[in-house]
């Protein structure tokens, strides 16, 4: 069975650093990009970056680009987001998702708080 | 940029059909990929490829796409179907993922 987990929520002050992850199991880890969605509190679904584990070739969305960087462990089958510096306005929810043509499998999510 | 439109908001009453659009430019000459999302759920794949259903979604759900908008067709709406609905593209010209802005489905 394809899972993908999500490490648990966070909550952080303006200017910390953070690293979410997203474990996948149950399929080759290294074939199938690994895409990264926010979601904003009451907002749509925006996409952020994906990633390729087997060689860690990774896109970033223009919106996003310098201001997050996904990374992949192949060896423990792991992606991440990470933030140098948060701020208030990154408090959402992020996903993780597999990507075929579509995102046919997603995380459960982390949510990311930010507040002082 | 390429961009997808969506309706804020389809109503239906129960037992009728729904149907969402998503809008693009030329669109017909992508594939396009639906999502379902209930409140505080991830979301799930419920059309991909214009019109396949992936395992375990009702034959209720089905999708077309031609010209400049692709359709969600939610036949015999159940109370259960009260959900926001994205549609999802692959622009190759960017290599980027495109959501559209959601579509919120309520269910009189």
């Known amino acids: 069975e394809v899972q993908l987990v999500q490490s648990g929520a966070e909550v952080k002050k303006p200017g910390e650093s953070l690293k979410i992850s997203c474990k996948g199991s149950?399929?080759?880890?290294?074939?199938?990009?690994i895409g990264w969605v926010r979601q904003m509190p009451g907002k749509g679904l925006e996409w952020m970056g994906i990633?390729?584990?087997?060689?860690?070739?990774?896109r970033y969305s223009p919106s996003f680009q310098g201001q997050v960087t996904i990374s992949a462990d192949k060896s423990i089958s792991t992606a991440y987001l990470q933030w140098s510096s948060l701020k208030a306005s990154d408090t959402a929810m992020y996903y993780c998702?597999?990507?075929?043509?579509?995102?046919?499998?997603w995380g459960q999510g982390t949510l990311v708080t930010v507040s002082s | 940029s390429y961009v997808l439109t969506q309706p804020p908001s389809v109503s239906v009453a129960p037992g009728q059909t729904a149907r969402i659009t998503c809008g693009g430019n030329?669109?017909?000459?992508?594939?396009v990929h639906w999502y379902q999302q209930k409140p505080g759920q991830a979301p799930v794949l419920v059309v991909y490829?214009?019109?396949d259903r992936p395992s375990g979604i009702p034959e209720r759900f089905s999708g077309s796409n031609s010209g400049n908008t692709a359709t969600l067709t939610i036949s015999r709406v159940e109370a259960g179907d009260e959900a926001d609905y994205y549609c999802?593209?692959?622009?190759?010209?960017?290599?980027?993922?495109?959501f559209g802005g959601g579509t919120k489905l309520t269910v009189l």
């Open positions: 990633i390729y584990p087997g060689d860690s070739d990774t």
């Open positions: 149950g399929y080759s880890f290294t074939s199938y990009w």
């Open positions: 998702a597999r990507i075929v043509r579509s995102l046919d499998y």
């Open positions: 999802q593209v692959w622009d190759s010209s960017s290599d980027h993922v495109l």
């Open positions: 030329n669109i017909g000459s992508k594939s």
């Open positions: 490829g214009d019109s």
